[in-house]
């Protein structure tokens, strides 16, 4: 069956860094176009950024461009997104997701705080 697990976050001050891991399994990989979403305490969900197959086209929610970078391994079927200069306002939980046929499928999380 199709799992997406999510790894990485943590406690981390502003204007640090994390990288944020999502290992794939159950589905074949690089025919799926991924995403990252997030969702902090009462707030909606947003989709954060997402990488078509090949990784040739990707797309940031304006919030985070010029500090997140999604990327991909296929080899690895996994699927990245590094932040950089980290905000308190991204604090929330981070979620990767695809499409396999008409189903989407989302990992557990992993809590990202920004803090000082």
């Known amino acids: 069956q199709v799992q997406l697990v999510e790894s990485g976050g943590g406690l981390v001050q502003p204007g640090g860094s994390l990288r944020l891991s999502c290992a794939a399994s159950?589905?074949?990989?690089?025919?799926?176009?991924m995403s990252w979403y997030r969702q902090a305490p009462g707030k909606e969900r947003e989709l954060v950024a997402l990488?078509?197959?090949?990784?040739?086209?990707?797309d940031y929610a304006d919030s985070v461009k010029g500090r997140f970078t999604i990327s991909r391994d296929d080899a690895e079927s996994t699927v990245y997104l590094q932040m950089n200069n980290l905000k308190p306002e991204d604090t929330a939980v981070y979620y990767c997701?695809?499409?396999?046929?008409?189903?989407?499928?989302r990992g557990q999380g992993t809590q990202v705080t920004v803090s000082s």
């Open positions: 997701k695809t499409r396999v046929g008409t189903y989407d499928y």
């Open positions: 990488i078509s197959i090949f990784g040739d086209t990707r």
């Open positions: 159950g589905f074949t990989f690089y025919n799926y176009a």
